[in-house]
């Protein structure tokens, strides 16, 4: 059974930073498309970041480009989102996602529905 742990969330003034990472039970995240997702109160799953394994291609939404970087570490088995100029509306419970099939689309990658593993997330929550 894969198992994907994110850490690194907490509460940040307005303007703040945060590096959250996920870890995974074996190799998994070193072959895998990784993806980033978050899920505000009373509102859907939205896609924020993804990097893909094959490619090293990077997909961000438009809500956070330019603020938002997503990174891997293949040896240590981790992927990482960092997140600069943080703002109340990205208050959110942040989880990773990995897809271990190969096609990795700018399409697919963004897609919920693609990732066959998860984490439980962890809050993120900015202040003004």
């Known amino acids: 059974q894969v198992r994907l742990v994110e850490s690194g969330g907490g509460s940040v003034q307005a303007g703040g930073s945060l590096r959250l990472s996920c870890t995974s039970s074996?190799?998994?995240?070193?072959?895998?498309?990784i993806g980033w997702f978050r899920q505000a109160p009373g509102r859907e799953r939205e896609f924020v970041a993804a990097?893909?394994?094959?490619?090293?291609?990077?997909y961000y939404a438009d809500s956070v480009k330019g603020r938002f970087t997503i990174s891997r570490d293949n040896a240590k088995n981790t992927g990482y989102l960092q997140m600069n100029s943080l703002k109340p509306a990205d208050t959110a419970i942040y989880s990773c996602?990995?897809?271990?099939?190969?096609?990795?689309?700018?399409?697919?990658?963004?897609?919920?529905?693609?990732?066959?593993?998860w984490g439980q997330g962890t809050q993120v929550t900015v202040s003004s």
């Open positions: 990097i893909s394994w094959t490619t090293g291609n990077t």
């Open positions: 996602a990995a897809r271990d099939s190969y096609d990795s689309t700018r399409s697919i990658l963004t897609t919920l529905g693609s990732y066959e593993h």
């Open positions: 074996g190799d998994i995240l070193s072959r895998s498309h």
